[in-house]
């Protein structure tokens, strides 16, 4: 499976970003997918997963209440809206199908991932 990620970009804090996610190749929709984010110097860490029906999803401690990860079957597709940004969500962002059906928050479970798409958030 490939999967590209777009939607990043430059806002000011406060502001929103929708990334989006798309799947393509061989897909399925038994597997959980998930955000990672990462900043220059630092790991990459979870951000946040949805389960393979998407009636399951976790979140960072960093980014509950403000962020939300969604997924569109029809379209392959998974999205993590972003809402009162912080300088300090600036990081590239990629998107990952995980080798479960309920999304974790550990990298070394996911199989495929995104090229990843730069967000930036000035003060």
């Known amino acids: 499976v490939q999967l590209q990620a777009s939607g990043g970009g430059s806002v000011q804090a406060g502001g929103s970003l929708r990334l989006s996610c798309t799947a393509s190749g061989r897909t399925s929709s038994n597997n959980g997918m998930g955000w990672f984010r990462q900043a220059p110097g630092k790991e990459r860490d979870f951000v946040a997963g949805i389960s393979w029906n998407g009636h399951y999803t976790s979140y960072a401690d960093s980014v509950k209440g403000r962020f939300t990860i969604s997924r569109e079957y029809a379209k392959n597709a998974m999205y993590l809206q972003m809402n009162s940004l912080k300088p300090e969500d600036t990081a590239v962002y990629y998107c990952?199908?995980?080798?479960?059906?309920?999304?974790?928050?550990?990298?070394?479970?996911?199989?495929?991932w995104g090229q990843g798409t730069q967000v930036t958030v000035s003060s």
């Open positions: 990952a199908v995980s080798r479960k059906a309920v999304a974790g928050t550990g990298a070394a479970e996911y199989k495929s």
